[in-house]
């Protein structure tokens, strides 16, 4: 069965860093593109950045780009995302998911708040 | 960036009656490879979003029947045949032909 496992949310003040882990399982890490998608509360869903196998491709979103680095451990089946400069809008549950021309599986997220 | 743009917004059903959710994208979803990267998700209260339907028309695991997609180029559906309770929530459009990756607003649906 295919489990993804976020951690490392919190609430953080403006200005302030923060790094996001998802653990996966049930089926071969390495051999997945991944990503991050974010909900801020009550609003719809944004992709934020994508990661390819080895970790030599990624891409972000506008609004987080210079900010956010995405990166993954293959040996630990695990995804990162870091995040810098942190603002109010970043305020939202971060789920990663599996990638497969769109997520086909989906982490029960972790919030991140952003606040003074 | 593509806009993906839903309709309806709100979408108040009757149990056992089909409901139909229209997606429209800012361009074309055909890729390169001929692909057309069309998704849609179901995200039910308190829950994390799920795959309902990938390529247009293509169920996920476990995914009941009642589901279906159809469409081209920019003009997309959802239809659910028969809306059962656990229907309830919020359905998503998302392309993923182009960068950045994009969803629609969401369309909310519920038992009238």
């Known amino acids: 069965e295919v489990q993804l496992v976020e951690s490392g949310g919190g609430l953080v003040q403006p200005g302030g860093s923060l790094r996001l882990s998802c653990g996966a399982s049930g089926f071969t890490f390495s051999s997945f593109w991944m990503t991050w998608v974010r909900q801020a509360p009550g609003r719809g869903l944004e992709l934020v950045s994508i990661i390819n196998q080895d970790g030599s491709v990624n891409y972000y979103v506008d609004p987080v780009k210079g900010r956010f680095t995405v990166s993954r451990d293959n040996a630990k089946n695990s995804l990162y995302l870091q995040m810098n400069s942190l603002r109010g809008e970043d305020t939202a549950v971060y789920y990663c998911g599996r990638e497969d021309w769109g997520p086909d599986y989906w982490g029960q997220g972790t919030l991140v708040t952003v606040s003074s | ?112």
Not at chain 2, 42 to 61: A, F, V
Not at chain 2, 73 to 88: H, N, P, Q, W
């Open chain 2, 1 to 112: 960036d593509v806009v993906m743009t839903q309709s309806p917004l709100s979408l108040p059903v009757t149990l056992g009656q089909p409901a139909s959710i229209s997606c429209r994208s800012s361009q074309s979803l055909v890729h390169s490879d001929g692909n057309t990267y069309l998704n849609w998700f179901q995200q039910r209260p308190g829950q994390s979003p799920r795959r309902l339907i990938y390529k247009i028309s293509n169920r996920g695991s476990g995914v009941p029947d009642r589901f279906s997609g159809s469409g081209s180029g920019t003009d997309f559906t959802l239809k659910i045949s028969r809306v059962e309770a656990e229907d309830v929530g919020v359905y998503y459009c998302m392309q993923a032909t182009h960068w950045p990756r994009t969803f629609g607003q969401g369309t909310k649906v519920e038992i009238k």
